[in-house]
């Protein structure tokens, strides 16, 4: 990364910050799905630990992962199994956000020209435009994974007397399969920002990508959907190479054409 790159970069997180509203929107919706909600879990499972629907989705958990008071099985339950696929939804939701506007903001701004002179080659430009969502969707998915887990194991020491171990999920989760994911959807979100009218037609299609995360969030609910660590490996380096390619595949079909077709 040359320093021509960086101060696009730099230029798109300051556009971002200083927009208090959006920043703000950024950091709310990660904050209540990461901290408010798991709160609410762990707070229920406390106070009526024995409710039907907390059964039976105990009743799917692998025998090897029942240790413990049925308290703390459950918090695992819930820590291990459903709340790693919210940081499969939050990289998408905060790097929507810049990636959207990646080229049609230039447009509506009027800055795009000032953008082409600048001394980069358009696939640079494109790479500096995904990285800058790639960069701030991976800061505010490692921030909120360290507030709750602070927040997590506070409670869970104040309620049941004892700390809770993570699993090894968490690390492929965070370092493998959430990038990766989060890179497929900003390099898409940005091609289509190119050929997009608005800034609202671009975040329109983005939310079409956040559907088949919901889903799967529904099916960890559900209980359907319970992965191991290897099976997240598998699905975390398929996604690395689906990222890999779609990125070059985008990058060489990024022409000047499709950027200043009004």
């Given at each position: 990364m040359n320093k021509a790159?960086?101060?696009?970069?730099?230029?798109?997180?300051?556009?971002?910050?200083?927009?208090h509203r959006l920043f703000a929107t950024i950091l709310i919706v990660p904050l209540i799905l990461t901290l408010v909600l798991p709160s609410i879990f762990v707070v229920s499972i406390h106070f009526v630990p024995d409710d039907p629907d907390i059964v039976k989705l105990l009743e799917l958990l692998p025998?090897?992962?029942?240790?413990?008071?049925?308290?703390m099985t459950v918090t695992s339950l819930i820590v291990n199994y459903v709340l790693p696929v919210f940081f499969l939804m939050i990289p998408i939701m905060t790097a929507s956000i810049m990636a959207a506007s990646a080229f049609v903001g230039e447009k509506e701004r009027h800055t795009l020209e000032t953008l082409l002179y600048c001394p980069l080659t358009l696939k640079q430009i494109f790479q500096?435009?995904?990285?800058?969502?790639?960069?701030?969707s991976m800061l505010v998915s490692f921030l909120s994974f360290?507030?709750?887990?602070?927040?997590?194991?506070?409670?869970?020491?104040?309620?049941m007397g004892q700390l809770l171990l993570p699993g090894l999920n968490w690390l492929v989760i965070m370092?493998?399969?959430?990038?990766?994911?989060?890179?497929?959807?900003?390099?898409?979100?940005?091609?289509?920002?190119?050929?997009?009218?608005?800034?609202?037609?671009?975040?329109?299609?983005?939310?079409?990508?956040?559907?088949?995360?919901?889903?799967?969030?529904?099916?960890?609910f559900t209980g359907?959907?319970?992965?191991?660590?290897?099976?997240?490996?598998?699905?975390?380096?398929?996604?690395?190479?689906?990222?890999?390619?779609?990125?070059?595949?985008?990058?060489?079909?990024?022409?000047?054409?499709?950027?200043?077709?009004?």
């Open positions: 790159m960086f101060a696009i970069i730099r230029k798109d997180f300051r556009g971002i910050t200083a927009n025998e090897s992962a029942k240790t413990g008071s049925l308290e500096s435009k995904v990285l800058a969502a790639f960069f701030l360290f507030a709750m887990i602070l927040v997590l194991e506070t409670e869970v020491y104040f309620l370092l493998l399969v959430s990038p990766a994911i989060s890179l497929i959807a900003i390099t898409l979100i940005v091609r289509g920002s190119a050929k997009a009218q608005s800034v609202e037609e671009s975040q329109q299609g983005a939310v079409f990508l956040i559907i088949p995360v919901i889903l799967l969030v529904v099916g960890q359907l959907l319970l992965m191991s660590v290897w099976i997240l490996l598998g699905l975390g380096a398929l996604c690395a190479i689906l990222a890999w390619f779609l990125l070059k595949k985008s990058m060489g079909r990024f022409t000047y054409e499709m950027l200043l077709k009004s």
